[in-house]
């Protein structure tokens, strides 16, 4: 049995044939810790605040206001004590569903490496007040930040999220990617044992289908409390659109039955830039990539590797079968398979090593090397939990056997690149050509890149949808480090869902090291279990030499501290993400030594220099609880399908119909429908509507809402 103050999501489907309407209900079986994941007190700024892109001078601060008119005035205010008494800015913001009614604010004026509180407030109710803080100029000894990517609502808790928030000792918190993840409810990474399942039910192609995704990740209290404590600057991933997305098209995207990409695209840029504490761009609409100064410490380089320049790559190809086939596979074996004994160990090797190597282009006894190195590497690493290095010949004989025998036609040595890629840019030759300004430009001590996918090689696993699939580039950008000497460079990545960290090399020469910040959430081997990632770990650290340390099945985060002398990343490690508020658990520390590319590993965590502002005070808005809240009607106008984003706070029969301009009854979508507290989403069908002004009314036994809609 699971704590009984344990959350859980348990999702129903009603369908009424009658009214042509879907209702997909989410729902609570506990009332303790987390039962303000829909905290009435919000309202109505349900979804809390947040604030982003600080510069040494301004920072952006947002929110969202739940409403049924049809414009909103908000007013906010910024200032330097968390009781908000001394103000030192403030102003209006008019709001309307053209922006899903979201508040976006880019303050100006402020003053350097300060810590800032800010609100929001209409009709006397007031936001959660929120914490931000400016970038330092100057003379910087130390700058901290939270690294964190890839948070799966479905696969899990947002503990990492929920320990960064406790934290008073970083400057921001950067996000990689993969804030949200576009799949229907039940579907990727999914369990039923935890029962977190998505809004809306179906993946997501609309604009409205994103608001709702977006609108109800935010209504998690674990990132609303995040977003509350600590400045964001986030670069996106796939998932923000849909999975291996790039500038043409996704591997989750069919155009003959999910319609045009650049429509959907553009849909996932609109949703994002709303919801997102991201300023906007003045050169291009919805161009992501830029640069934060931290003083003379360190440029922070944000990159866009997934949308803006990338083309489609040709995804090597090393087996008859899928990617899915061989992972159903593997998970098979580990499961039916005893790996207690060496015995055993080698034994499942035998069944899984024709999925990666293929035997007919090496001999019998070169095979009985490979075989008999992995499971003694496997065994070790079983009972003693460590890494046992190969050195020497048996390494270089050991490498030389790997590659020839390898199904994986990129196998990617240092220097040595593949040329299987359609197209040579993974960034574009305008972000490309701007990036190496950047580098070549920069006076900081640092250069810190955040990036979304894994520049250093993965030798013996495929991962062209990396900077593997672009090694013209990165051999491109490797060799103008090198020819200019830019030194003290490191790398940011997330996307992979597991803990890495290794040097980039060029000719055998270190040009950056690599920091891999494990899943917030999102799965890894953890679905396999132990003994795949023993195996999995062995594979990895005899292929890849460059590569310093790897867990493949932990979720968590990383404090990334920088100072003059070093830049140390520091692992923590979330006890369990299957239910909330687990703790967490201090894993490795790693280091790079400035003017001297090379990793180390600390037996510590890091020590922040500085001192950093008290959390926000608390806010009591004296509330009429209401048996409903509608968060939002997506899309107004309405053209096919239309949605209805809400929350019941207490258990209440619901009506809601359909009404013409004069008043006419068209339909009934819910009539007396008994609907228990959680958060629901019904989605309606208008085609048989004519085009035209109709009125939905919503009704409960003490409330009615009444909203005009336009069909198309």
Same mark, same amino acid.
């Given at each position: 049995?699971?704590?009984?103050?344990?959350?859980?999501?348990?999702?129903?489907?009603?369908?009424?044939?009658?009214?042509?309407?879907?209702?997909?209900?989410?729902?609570?079986?506990?009332?303790?810790?987390?039962?303000?994941?829909?905290?009435?007190?919000?309202?109505?700024?349900?979804?809390?605040?947040?604030?982003?892109?600080?510069?040494?001078?301004?920072?952006?601060?947002?929110?969202?206001?739940?409403?049924?008119?049809?414009?909103?005035?908000?007013?906010?205010?910024?200032?330097?004590?968390?009781?908000?008494?001394?103000?030192?800015?403030?102003?209006?913001?008019?709001?309307?569903?053209?922006?899903?009614?979201?508040?976006?604010?880019?303050?100006?004026?402020?003053?350097?490496?300060?810590?800032?509180?800010?609100?929001?407030?209409?009709?006397?109710?007031?936001?959660?007040?929120?914490?931000?803080?400016?970038?330092?100029?100057?003379?910087?000894?130390?700058?901290?930040?939270?690294?964190?990517?890839?948070?799966?609502?479905?696969?899990?808790?947002?503990?990492?999220?929920?320990?960064?928030?406790?934290?008073?000792?970083?400057?921001?918190?950067?996000?990689?990617?993969?804030?949200?993840?576009?799949?229907?409810?039940?579907?990727?990474?999914?369990?039923?044992?935890?029962?977190?399942?998505?809004?809306?039910?179906?993946?997501?192609?609309?604009?409205?289908?994103?608001?709702?995704?977006?609108?109800?990740?935010?209504?998690?209290?674990?990132?609303?409390?995040?977003?509350?404590?600590?400045?964001?600057?986030?670069?996106?991933?796939?998932?923000?659109?849909?999975?291996?997305?790039?500038?043409?098209?996704?591997?989750?995207?069919?155009?003959?039955?999910?319609?045009?990409?650049?429509?959907?695209?553009?849909?996932?840029?609109?949703?994002?830039?709303?919801?997102?504490?991201?300023?906007?761009?003045?050169?291009?609409?919805?161009?992501?990539?830029?640069?934060?100064?931290?003083?003379?410490?360190?440029?922070?380089?944000?990159?866009?590797?997934?949308?803006?320049?990338?083309?489609?790559?040709?995804?090597?190809?090393?087996?008859?079968?899928?990617?899915?086939?061989?992972?159903?596979?593997?998970?098979? $074996?580990?499961?039916?398979?005893?790996?207690?004994?060496?015995?055993?160990?080698?034994?499942?090797?035998?069944?899984?090593?024709?999925?990666?190597?293929?035997?007919?282009?090496?001999?019998?006894?070169?095979?009985?090397?490979?075989?008999?190195?992995?499971?003694?590497?496997?065994?070790?690493?079983?009972?003693?939990?460590?890494?046992?290095?190969?050195?020497?010949?048996?390494?270089?004989?050991?490498?030389?056997?790997?590659?020839?025998?390898?199904?994986?036609?990129?196998?990617?040595?240092?220097?040595?690149?593949?040329?299987?890629?359609?197209?040579?840019?993974?960034?574009?030759?305008?972000?490309?050509?701007?990036?190496?300004?950047?580098?070549?430009?920069?006076?900081?001590?640092?250069?810190?890149?955040?990036?979304?996918?894994?520049?250093?090689?993965?030798?013996?696993?495929?991962?062209?949808?990396?900077?593997?699939?672009?090694?013209?580039?990165?051999?491109?950008? $490797?060799?103008?480090?090198?020819?200019?000497?830019?030194?003290?460079?490191?790398?940011?990545?997330?996307?992979?869902?597991?803990?890495?960290?290794?040097?980039?090399?060029?000719?055998?020469?270190?040009?950056?090291?690599?920091?891999?910040?494990?899943?917030?959430?999102?799965?890894?081997?953890?679905?396999?279990?132990?003994?795949?990632?023993?195996?999995?770990?062995?594979?990895?650290?005899?292929?890849?030499?460059?590569?310093?340390?790897?867990?493949?099945?932990?979720?968590?985060?990383?404090?990334?501290?920088?100072?003059?002398?070093?830049?140390?990343?520091?692992?923590?490690?979330?006890?369990?993400?299957?239910?909330?508020?687990?703790?967490?658990?201090?894993?490795?520390?790693?280091?790079?030594?400035?003017?001297?590319?090379?990793?180390?590993?600390?037996?510590?965590?890091?020590?922040?220099?500085?001192?950093?502002?008290?959390?926000?005070?608390?806010?009591?808005?004296?509330?009429?609880?209401?048996?409903?809240?509608?968060?939002?009607?997506?899309?107004?106008?309405?053209?096919?399908?239309?949605?209805?984003?809400?929350?019941?706070?207490?258990?209440?029969?619901?009506?809601?119909?359909?009404?013409?301009?004069?008043?006419?009854?068209?339909?009934?979508?819910?009539?007396?429908?008994?609907?228990?507290?959680?958060?629901?989403?019904?989605?309606?069908?208008?085609?048989?509507?004519?085009?035209?002004?109709?009125?939905?009314?919503?009704?409960?036994?003490?409330?009615?809402?009444?909203?005009?809609?336009?069909?198309?």
């Amino acid at each position: 049995m699971r704590k009984c103050y344990a959350f859980f999501l348990l999702i129903s489907t009603l369908v009424n044939a009658q009214q042509d309407a879907l209702l997909t209900k989410i729902s609570r079986n506990s009332t303790s810790i987390i039962d303000d994941f829909f905290d009435p007190s919000l309202a109505p700024f349900y979804h809390g605040v947040a604030s982003g892109d600080p510069t040494e001078s301004a920072v952006i601060i947002w929110t969202r206001i739940t409403t049924n008119t049809p414009s909103a005035l908000v007013n906010w205010k910024v200032a330097t004590d968390p009781t908000m008494l001394n103000v030192v800015k403030n102003g209006k913001f008019t709001t309307d569903d053209a922006i899903d009614f979201t508040v976006k604010v880019d303050v100006t004026d402020l003053n350097p490496n300060t810590s800032y509180y800010y609100q929001f407030e209409t009709s006397d109710q007031y936001s959660i007040i929120g914490k931000t803080r400016t970038a330092p100029i100057g003379n910087v000894s130390n700058v901290r930040f939270g690294v964190v990517s890839c948070s799966n609502f479905q696969n899990g808790y947002f503990n990492g999220y929920q320990e960064l928030a406790n934290r008073k000792d970083i400057d921001a918190v950067l996000h990689l990617g993969d804030y949200i993840y576009e799949y229907e409810s039940g579907g990727y990474g999914y369990d039923s044992s935890i029962g977190r399942e998505h809004l809306p039910a179906n993946e997501i192609i609309t604009l409205a289908d994103y608001r709702v995704r977006y609108s109800y990740y935010r209504l998690d209290a674990m990132l609303r409390n995040l977003h509350q404590q600590h400045p964001f600057i986030l670069i996106w991933d796939d998932h923000e659109f849909s999975n291996d997305a790039n500038m043409n098209g996704a591997e989750n995207h069919d155009p003959v039955t999910e319609g045009s990409w650049n429509d959907r695209k553009n849909n996932a840029y609109k949703a994002y830039f709303e919801w997102m504490p991201v300023r906007a761009n003045t050169i291009e609409e919805y161009r992501l990539y830029r640069t934060f100064s931290y003083g003379d410490l360190l440029d922070l380089i944000m990159l866009d590797t997934r949308i803006q320049g990338r083309d489609e790559v040709i995804t090597a190809k090393i087996s008859s079968m899928t990617k899915k086939e061989r992972k159903t596979i593997i998970k098979s $074996l580990i499961k039916s398979t005893s790996l207690n004994t060496i015995e055993d160990i080698k034994a499942t090797l035998i069944q899984v090593t024709p999925l990666f190597l293929d035997k007919d282009k090496i001999t019998n006894e070169e095979y009985e090397l490979v075989l008999n190195t992995f499971t003694k590497l496997a065994y070790d690493y079983k009972l003693y939990g460590y890494k046992n290095n190969i050195s020497g010949i048996a390494k270089e004989k050991l490498e030389a056997i790997l590659q020839k025998a390898s199904l994986d036609v990129s196998v990617k040595n240092n220097s040595t690149f593949s040329t299987n890629a359609t197209y040579t840019s993974i960034l574009g030759i305008e972000q490309y050509n701007w990036l190496i300004n950047e580098l070549g430009t920069s006076t900081a001590t640092w250069r810190i890149i955040g990036n979304q996918v894994m520049m250093m090689p993965y030798n013996g696993v495929t991962t062209d949808d990396a900077w593997d699939g672009y090694p013209e580039e990165r051999n491109s950008l $490797l060799q103008y480090i090198n020819d200019n000497n830019i030194k003290n460079n490191v790398v940011l990545t997330g996307d992979i869902h597991s803990m890495f960290t290794g040097i980039v090399e060029h000719d055998n020469i270190c040009q950056a090291v690599e920091f891999i910040v494990p899943s917030i959430t999102s799965e890894n081997l953890d679905v396999y279990g132990g003994v795949a990632t023993w195996l999995a770990e062995s594979w990895t650290f005899v292929n890849n030499w460059h590569m310093y340390d790897v867990s493949l099945d932990a979720h968590g985060y990383y404090i990334l501290d920088v100072k003059n002398d070093r830049v140390q990343a520091d692992w923590y490690n979330m006890n369990d993400i299957t239910t909330p508020n687990s703790g967490q658990t201090y894993f490795k520390s790693w280091y790079t030594d400035k003017d001297n590319c090379n990793l180390v590993e600390s037996k510590t965590p890091s020590e922040p220099l500085l001192s950093y502002g008290d959390f926000p005070k608390s806010i009591n808005n004296n509330n009429i609880t209401k048996d409903y809240v509608i968060i939002g009607v997506y899309p107004n106008p309405v053209y096919q399908i239309g949605n209805i984003h809400y929350v019941i706070n207490t258990s209440t029969l619901m009506n809601i119909t359909i009404y013409d301009a004069n008043g006419g009854k068209i339909m009934d979508l819910l009539k007396n429908k008994l609907h228990y507290k959680g958060v629901y989403n019904l989605s309606f069908n208008v085609e048989d509507l004519r085009s035209g002004v109709y009125f939905l009314k919503v009704s409960s036994v003490d409330q009615v809402y009444n909203k005009k809609i336009l069909v198309k």
